[in-house]
């Protein structure tokens, strides 16, 4: 049981530059969250998909899209990457419930030069 | 709007004393809350969370916390530390007028001495 699958888990980008960061849940969870994590400043919400077909802003939505390809599949798009996004990305996902815990992967470090 | 202060960002303590990672809450609404644990280069796992069933809340790995309504408090204890302890702890809050999305507080930084 994988749980929370991210890829890459490394990348650095050229200023400008896009890419795509990749996460699958294979927990049957409804709702995926990105956040991004930064020395001093906790998880920052970016996005985050309620359910299947569904999505909305986070604390920190500018520069990035998303995309909930399926039930299984939440992906970050990066159009065209700036050094304020260098950061460390996390996938989430959770059932639907504030009572309920999140499963995340295991990152992916990005740096942009 | 929810939110999470988690006070001291480094805490340091020899292996065998009492861990003592401290959150304070703000919510309108009855909270849900959460400790989560990050060891390097991982992701977040749960170490306990708070549903309103019991106040006093054990998790994995020895640690406890209990839920004090009157100081919006929600701090996490181990009596005696061990140096696998050695991590980083978020504090997290969700409500339900919020579709479940948690916010997280800054982190502690846990060092346990020999």
């Known amino acids: 049981n994988a749980g929370v699958t991210q890829t890459p888990k490394f990348q650095v980008l050229k200023t400008g530059q896009s890419m795509t960061l990749q996460c699958a849940q294979d927990?049957?969870?409804?709702?995926m969250y990105w956040y991004r994590q930064d020395p001093g400043m906790g998880l920052r919400l970016i996005y985050y998909?309620?359910?299947?077909?569904?999505?909305d802003k986070g604390e920190v939505p500018n520069g990035y899209n998303v995309s909930r390809l399926n039930k299984r599949e939440f992906s970050l798009r990066l159009e065209s990457a700036a050094p304020s996004q260098t950061s460390v990305y996390f996938c989430?996902?959770?059932?639907?419930?504030?009572?309920?815990?999140?499963?995340f992967g295991q990152g992916t470090r990005l740096t942009v030069v | 709007a929810q939110s999470v202060t988690q006070l001291g960002s480094h805490v340091s303590v020899s292996e065998g004393a009492l861990v003592l990672l401290r959150c304070n809450y703000s919510s309108s609404v009855p909270p849900y809350l959460f400790w989560y644990v990050q060891y390097p280069n991982q992701g977040l796992q749960l170490l306990l969370k708070?549903?309103?069933?019991?106040?006093l809340v054990k998790g994995i790995n020895g640690f406890e916390a209990e839920f004090k309504k009157s100081e919006t408090s929600f701090h996490l204890t181990k009596p005696s530390a061990h140096m696998s302890d050695a991590a980083e702890y978020f504090c997290a809050v969700s409500v339900n007028t919020n579709a479940g999305k948690s916010t997280f507080g800054d982190g502690t930084t846990l060092t346990v001495k020999p």
């Open positions: 998909s309620a359910s299947e077909g569904t999505t």
């Open positions: 989430a996902s959770s059932e639907q419930g504030a009572f309920t815990e999140a499963f």
């Open positions: 708070y549903t309103s069933a019991a106040t």
């Open positions: 927990m049957n969870h409804n709702s």
